[in-house]
């Protein structure tokens, strides 16, 4: 099919071409009409999880308060003027006047209205002014008049809260988007291509057809956006993968029309021929990574589905430009590929150094095996240490107007917060014992040092009942999770265990829970399915058992070692400080899982590529260590340099100020580099050196599986 297809693209390539423009004016059209407004910041978990049920009871049994619903806090302080003479208070007068006037301030509680002593600080000098704005959206005019305002008169302002947290972290991902992938990655995706192909053109090519495949990817993402709530964070994943996507498959074409060409065949002819051998096994290590990525969908939890269905959408768009594009354009260029060479590079030299590193190694394959094994997993040890948790507010730059805030907030008002705990009564809240049992439970929380004094109200019937405690640090920090957890399976079942009652607990914190836990506990189940379906479609392409078995322990070392490295430079912060990189007190919920999926992925691509030479070779010889041989010095320049473009594309990421993402492309860039290296050209010819013809062993039983031949130019 790909060989027909090829060769039909080839020989129509305006047609093809045509086709693409189309279908890029739809994306456009799609990505201007329908993404703008359509993407979430917020990435709980999906479904009904407990906060949601809390946040669902108590909206409902109690009507609106200004005075407890709020989103965001705003702080003036003067060192001058305590908050009772009446500069400050003219100060805030005005300054609740000019937020009026945005039309975004709906509610702003005033201590001089409601005397509420928690607004205001110990020394008297600071007074926080909780305010309601209903949309993240609408924040940005409210925080333009705090930055206009901080200093003016000899006053201080700052703001925190949900919304301009949310509205911080939205500006960070496009600024880390800007900065990371496009200013560094692609350049550097860009010098490596130039590099590997010794040749301008041929480097620009597979650039051009990553950049069209996330245009095309970006369009269908605006569509199921519309059926779907998709995070924010799709657009960085869906451009760092279709980097690193449409770039790999192009590279692995490119080359073998290259080498085709050098063998003798005519520019259509080896067209034909890389579609017949690299074009296949480029759709079949992309189809392996698009079902990969379906395992995260399995998550109910809204940042992983957005993620998955970034990186499947994207793969789908590089194949289908891989598949088509890519021979039209071939047809057009034809050894014009070539053109403005690169002197040293692309040439035999890399060749004979790789050459020269797989025969050193098969001269001791157990040596090699055992220094390499033993060095990935002491790399992988500290994951015993591995902590799942959240980064919130504390983790962003100072820059940010909400980290400054909450700064402000820590030092002035320790016991406030924007977003306090929510512990909801849903029944029986009228029952004397109920109530001495929510009494007992403010009492305990009030000289809990992770809480401070709670509020408790009732609604109206007497049948609900709702406290809300203000929880220390950050919402989002380990000490708050931990204690949110400790309160809903140890501190509430002592107390109301014996009552019979419902108590839910829910706020921002308990939602942080609640999306940590909607991550971790489906990760068997993924993978399962990941782990089952690589190793069948590995046993079924090769038809060797043990070459898939081979595989996934292969694959399962260098996601270890990543995950080790992860935990000793983030939470261990050792050579934190040369990456750039922030000590923080856990690994961000959802990026073990996404990295144990991308890397299986991921590493298809190489393990296809590099396993349908090796038996294409042995298919002609029967010889395992020579084919071992042949085949890793032959692809371990493509493959080599398919990593470090993946590697820089991810370094971009790491590279930005968001703590999630820089753990994310850390992982994946040093997992892929692990992969391409002391996977691929030490570990692999090793192993399969040493168990020689038992890599192909395929018991009995297994023989009605299908023939597949990924990789077999025609004659």
């Given at each position: 099919?790909?060989e ?9 390539p ?13 994306a456009l059209?799609a990505i201007?009409?329908?993404?703008p ?5 917020n990435g709980?978990?999906?479904g009904?999880?407990?906060f ?8 409902s ?8 619903n ?14 009772d ?8 007068s005005?300054l ?15 201590y ?17 002014i909780?305010?309601?704005v ?24 700052a703001?925190?809260g949900?919304?301009?947290r949310?509205?911080?972290?939205d ?11 496009l200013e ?5 995706a860009?010098?490596?291509l ?5 040749s301008?053109?041929?480097?620009l090519?597979p650039?051009?057809l990553?950049?069209l495949a ?8 605006a569509?199921?956006s ?9 657009v ?5 993968m279709?980097l690193?996507?449409?770039?790999d498959?192009?590279l ?5 029309y290259?080498e ?14 890389a579609g ?6 480029v ?6 990574f ?7 969908l399995i ?5 992983m589905?957005?993620l998955a ?5 994207v793969?789908?768009?590089?194949l289908a430009a891989a598949?088509?594009?890519l ?6 260029l ?15 030299a890399?060749g004979?150094?790789w ?11 157990t040596?090699?095996?055992v ?14 240490s ?9 983790t ?6 909400s980290k400054?805030g ?6 002035n ?17 009228s029952?004397p014992?109920?109530?001495?049992a929510l ?17 408790a109200?009732?609604a109206?019937?007497g049948?609900v009942a709702?406290?809300d ?6 919402d ?9 957890r ?8 002592d107390?109301f265990?014996?009552t019979g ?8 914190t ?9 991550v971790?506990?489906?990760?068997p189940?993924?993978?399962i399915?990941v ?8 046993t079924v ?7 898939a078995a081979?595989s ?16 000793l ?17 856990a690994?961000?919920?959802?990026v073990?899982l ?17 396993l349908?030479?090796i038996?294409?070779r042995?298919?002609e ?5 020579a084919?071992?041989?042949?085949g890793v ?10 990593a ?6 991810f370094a971009?990421?790491a ?6 993402f820089?753990?994310?492309g850390?992982?994946?860039?040093i997992?892929?580099?692990?992969d ?7 570990i692999?010819?090793?192993a ?5 013809r038992?890599n ?13 031949q ?6």
């Open positions: 099919m790909t027909r297809l090829a060769r039909a693209c080839s020989r129509h305006w047609r093809t071409i045509g086709a693409w423009i189309a279908a890029l004016v739809l059209a201007g009409l329908l993404l407004g359509n993407l979430t910041s709980g978990a999906a009904n999880p407990e949601r049920q809390a946040e669902r009871i108590e909206f049994a109690f009507p609106y308060n200004p005075r407890l709020f989103s965001d806090i705003v702080l003036v302080r003067s060192s001058r003027y305590n908050v003479e009446p500069a400050f208070r003219n100060f805030v005005q609740v006047r000019k937020g009026q006037a945005t039309g975004n301030v709906h509610d702003a509680q005033l001089y209205q409601t005397h509420d002593p928690s607004l205001v600080s110990r020394d008297k000098h600071a007074l926080i909780p305010i309601n209903f949309d993240t959206s609408d924040i940005k005019p409210v925080n333009q008049l705090v930055e206009r305002e901080n200093g003016s008169s000899g006053f201080e302002v703001i925190t949900n919304n301009v949310d509205n911080d972290f500006e960070l991902s496009q600024h880390d988007l800007k900065s990371g992938e560094f990655g692609l350049p550097a860009l010098i490596i130039v590099l590997v192909f010794g301008v053109v041929a480097g090519v650039l051009l990553a950049i996330i245009v095309g990817g970006l369009g269908l993402i569509v199921v519309q059926i779907w709530e998709l995070s924010i964070f799709v960085n994943m869906l451009t760092g279709g690193a996507l449409g770039i498959y192009s692995f074409v490119i080359s073998r290259r085709e060409r050098t063998g003798g065949r005519k520019p259509p002819d080896a067209i034909e021929a017949a051998t690299a074009s296949r096994a759709l079949f290590s992309g189809t392996a698009v079902i990969a990525m379906l395992g995260m998550v109910p939890n809204t940042i589905r957005s269905a970034g990186a499947i959408l793969g789908v768009t590089s598949l088509t594009l021979p039209a354009l071939l047809g057009l034809g050894d014009r590929v070539n053109s403005l060479r690169i002197p040293l590079f692309g040439g035999s890399e004979r150094f050459n020269a590193v797989v025969g050193h190694v098969l001269s001791r394959p040596l090699s095996l220094l390499a094994c033993g060095l990935l997993i002491a790399a992988a040890i500290p994951i015993f591995l902590k799942i948790g959240t980064n919130g507010v504390s962003l730059p100072d820059r940010f107007i400054q909450y700064l402000a907030l820590q030092k008002f320790p016991d406030a917060t924007a977003d306090p705990v929510r512990i909801v009564v849903a029944d029986h809240a029952d014992q109920v109530r001495s009494n007992r439970l403010r009492d305990r929380l009030a000289g809990d040092p992770e809480f401070g004094d709670g509020k109200r009732f109206p019937g049948q709702a406290l405690v203000p929880i220390r640090g950050d989002a920090g380990d000490q708050a999770l931990t204690a949110v400790n309160l809903r399976s140890t501190v509430i079942p107390l265990g014996s009652a419902r108590v839910l607990v829910g706020g921002r308990a939602e942080n829970v609640d999306y940590a836990d909607s971790t506990k489906p990760t189940y993924v993978f399915f782990l089952g379906f690589t190793l069948v479609l590995l392409a090769f038809r060797s058992i043990v070459v081979t996934i322990v292969l694959n399962l070392l260098s996601v270890g070692a990543a995950y080790g490295l992860i935990v430079v983030f939470e261990k912060g050792v050579g934190n400080g040369i990456f750039g990189f922030q000590q923080v007190d690994i961000e919920a959802w073990p996404f990295l144990f999926s991308v890397l299986f992925g991921l590493s298809m691509d190489y393990q296809v590529f590099l349908s030479r038996k294409e042995y298919d010889t029967g010889d395992t260590t084919s071992v041989r042949w010095g032959s692809t371990a320049r493509i493959i080599t340099g398919a470090l473009i993946i590697v820089a594309v971009g990421f590279k930005g100020d968001l703590v999630q820089q753990q994310m850390f992982g994946v860039a997992a892929l580099l692990l391409a290296t002391v996977i691929r050209s030490v692999l010819p090793a399969m050196s040493l168990l020689g038992w192909w062993y395929l018991p009995s039983w297994l023989g009605w599986l299908p023939r597949i990924i990789e077999r130019a025609p004659a």
